[in-house]
């Protein structure tokens, strides 16, 4: 079965530091591009960023609103992705998802986890 | 980056009875390849996104026939033939023609 499951959410102060894991299983990890994408309460959906697998050099991008802040990563040896995020403002409480793209799954996002819950609140 | 619109952004509909939600790009999702990289997908109450379609019009699995995905260009459609209950949610379109990959405002479906 495939399945996506991330973990590393909390309470965290305005320009704090959290990591997020996505654990990835059912699938082969190593050859898709994994991507984070984050909905605010009663929002709607916003892609955060992506790393990509290691014939394209583990190539990271990010949306603007993150850029500079937001770190993107993987480990293949343990099909986990990773999204550090530090400076975190209030708007970046959101809750996170991961999600595929390419590999062995057809296109984009068509895999999604339950997401992790991040608040950024003093 | 690409702009997607959604309309209407609130769907009131009766049980048994059709629904259509449009996308509108503020330009062409046509890839060099000749591919269309337009995504449909669902968010129902308290879940995750569910894709819905790929490349327009490609079903995934599981997916009732009652959806069906259309367009081309800038202009794309999610019709429900008949509303069942289980399809209150919300609505998303999405693109990965173009970076960044974007997403529609979502429409809110739900039963009048």
């Known amino acids: 079965e495939v399945q996506l499951v991330e973990s590393g959410g909390g309470l965290v102060q305005p320009g704090g530091s959290l990591k997020l894991s996505c654990a990835a299983s059912?699938?082969?990890?190593?050859?898709?591009?994994m991507h984070w994408v984050r909905q605010a309460s009663g929002k709607g959906l916003e892609w955060v960023g992506q790393v990509r697998d290691k014939p394209n050099n583990y190539a990271t991008a990010y949306a603007a609103s993150v850029n500079g802040r937001f770190t993107v990563s993987r480990d293949d040896s343990k099909n986990t992705a990773y999204l550090q995020m530090n400076s975190l403002k209030s708007e970046d409480t959101a809750v996170y998802y991961c999600?595929?793209?390419?590999?062995?799954?057809?296109?984009?996002?068509?895999?999604w986890g339950q997401g992790t819950m991040v608040t950024v609140s003093s | 980056d690409v702009v997607l619109t959604q309309s209407p952004l609130s769907l009131p509909v009766t049980l048994g009875q059709p629904a259509s939600i449009s996308c509108r790009s503020s330009q062409s999702l046509v890839h060099i390849n000749g591919n269309t990289y337009f995504i449909w997908f669902q968010q129902r109450p308290g879940q995750s996104p569910r894709r819905l379609f790929y490349r327009v019009s490609n079903r995934d699995s599981g997916v009732p026939d009652r959806f069906s995905g259309s367009g081309s260009g800038t202009d794309f459609t999610l019709k429900i033939s008949r509303v069942e209950a289980e399809d209150v949610g919300v609505y998303y379109c999405?693109?990965?023609?173009?970076?960044?990959?974007?997403f529609g405002q979502g429409t809110k479906v739900e039963i009048k």
């Open positions: 999600t595929p793209w390419g590999g062995d799954f057809i296109d984009a996002f068509n895999i």
């Open positions: 999405m693109q990965t023609t173009h970076w960044p990959p974007t």
């Open positions: 059912g699938f082969t990890f190593s050859g898709s591009a």
